[in-house]
């Protein structure tokens, strides 16, 4: 910690402290001066005593706490007058405190300044833990907020068990003049152990000062290790936190770019079975780019895709879906307004996508303007249009993976009314819902259903909503965010009669 000393003797020494918390500081022997009577030193053995005397300056008025190392946080049960009087707080304001509130410049600040070391905190922390002597020196302030450096040093009392009862704190407090309101603390040890080395060379042993280097971060968060950081914290962003975290400060942004913390936050986001997939597309783009073309789509272009088969014969009016990878396509529009029942299947993993028919058992009756959805990967789902005796109702479901791929009707007691040019899509996998079309009578319609095709006995549900989207058909409906519906465009007051 480069701070400033009144007292500027043994310069070298103190230099050397500034790079380190543990520092073996030589003393005069050990005198008894302090006027308090009431000092609990004598509670505690000659080896202490001698210990204390290594630490000691008979020159300067020492101040001593004691601890209840028995108690969880150290509650302090015993300070000296001169504790008293070099802090400004009286015994009674801090007897069952924890003496960390000296590193708060205000009594009643939540946080310790930023300028106390937060290396040198986390080795009282860890000396405390350990049961060991600690001596180092940090930035601590009186009760009315003047800085001094308080050159520290905890032992602890062991009992005869060994058990640690007690930690004696002694502290030697001198002003220190350094700039509190210019002054902003490192924060994160790679960049200030550079910056503190810097600072060691610009020490100057004539006036004993240390200049102090200025860090321009103040954030807690930066404290940690890059390790912490990298694996507890950015790893468990959204690929689109992780690229905007980057812009906070160097660090980070070099953080962000590692690719391995890139690859976790794709897994998060995507799974493990998608950014499996993904990984060889990695060797070109890195993840950071491929994350970043995924989610803002920046990279997206429509490109011709030339493949064999055909859909035959011609039609239009007819649905198609995803299905992973597989393209599916059901019925539609023929010649003279034929209602299709037709099933084709384009695989874009095979090496040579083509159009196949796939052969069913059964299929359902012909229709155009109907809606086909995905269910669970492999499962297809048809619902309504308009077949040769009017619209439809009515749901098939196929399993394009079957052995024998059939289409299966499905009941679902009270069924919303007949319908085309509706919209549908799947949410969670497995539930279809339908929402507007036109009925038979060319009256648009706004409603939305639900059916959940993973009951033993699927019934038609209508879902009601406290506000209404108008009447409309030919529009799209998509699923994001698990459950959230987006219902898109299509047709409001519609002139065609369908049906
Ligand atoms: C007996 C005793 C005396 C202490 N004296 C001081 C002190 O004078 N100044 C200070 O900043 N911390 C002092 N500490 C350290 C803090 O109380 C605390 O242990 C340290 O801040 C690390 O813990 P924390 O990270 O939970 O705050 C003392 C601790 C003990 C046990």
Known sequence: ???????????????????????????????????????????????????????????????????DAMEPDFPIIYVNKVFESATG?????????NCRFLQYRDPRAQRRHPLVDPVCVSEIRRCLNEGIDF????????????????RLRLAPIHDDDGVVTLIIGIQVFTETKIDLNSVSYPVFKETCKNQSEQAVGKY??????????????????LQLSDEVMAQNILSRL??????SIGSVCRRIRQLTKNEHVRKMVCQNAWGREVTGALEHMTNKLGWGRLARELTTLEAVCWKKLRVGGAVEPSRCNFSACAAGNRLVLFGGEGVNMQPMDDTFVLNLDAVKPEWRQVSVKSAPPGRWGHTLSCLNGSWLVVFGGCGKQGLLNDVFVLDLDAKQPTWIEVFGGGPPPPRSWHSSCTIEGSKLVVSGGCTDAGVLLNDTFLLDLTMEKPTWREIPTSRVPPSRLGHSLSVYGRTKILMYGGLANSVVTCG
């Open 204 to 221: 100057s042993p004539n006036s004993g000062q240390m200049k102090y280097i200025e860090c321009q971060e103040i954030c807690g968060i």
């Open 89 to 97: 707080y009286r015994a009674d304001e801090v007897l069952g405190r």
């Open 238 to 243: 959204t690929p689109r936190d992780v690229a």
């Open 1 to 67: 910690m480069g701070l400033q000393h009144k007292d500027d003797s043994d310069d070298d020494l103190r230099r050397s402290k500034k790079q380190k918390c543990n520092i073996d500081m030589e003393y005069d022997d050990y005198s008894d001066d302090d006027d308090d009577e009431s000092s609990p030193v004598g509670m505690v053995n000659d080896g202490f005593l001698m210990r204390l005397g290594e630490f000691f300056n008979p020159m300067i008025p020492t101040s001593i706490v004691v601890s």
């Open 135 to 150: 001596q180092g020196e940090l930035l601590n302030f009186r009760k009315d907020g003047t800085p001094m450096v308080n």
